[in-house]
């Protein structure tokens, strides 16, 4: 008897879940539910970590350090831009994206397939700014565990910034210089 009332209940808040996408999407494709998945998905990532750091032991700091914030912020862009827009890590997107073209120096613009089922893994692949926020929480919970050693990745990546930044520049004066700016 229980059973059949809980089919009930399910089939009842399918629909309603259904309305509800079909009401907020305005006759647009929105994966609410990949979006709901990514959400639960991130909860159980970040609670994994939040374990992980207590098993250890260690106290936490009373609050982060001035410099471990801008270590962190610039490590998180540059490692978020690298999974998300480099070249040379497109393979992992592959499997959830179509090619689009080149999107500024060693950088791709890729679009999340909608016919694979997995558009909301897509968008999260090509978003820098969807993956920044999976980056920082690792970054952060890796630097309570190894503080050190993530320390020491956070500077390499926070250098590669840095010299990206360097090879525009030194690009933008060498238009100017020679002219080809136009």
Known sequence: MGTAADSRFVRRLE????GTERDYSAGHERPLGGYLAAMAGFGAYT????????????PLPDR?????????AVAT??????????????PLRAPFTRYVGPQGPAELHEEARADSGEETVGELLTCPFCMSVWVASTL???????PRGTRTAMGALTALAGADALQLVYAALVDKATGDDE
């Open 15 to 18: 629909r309603r879940l259904r």
């Open 47 to 58: 609670a994994a970590w939040a374990t992980a750091v207590r098993l250890r032991r260690r």
């Open 64 to 72: 982060p350090e001035p410099w471990d914030v801008v270590l962190t």
């Open 77 to 90: 862009f540059r490692l978020s831009r690298l999974l998300s827009k480099a070249s040379v890590t497109s």
């Open 140 to 146: 952060t919970a890796s630097r309570l565990m190894w």
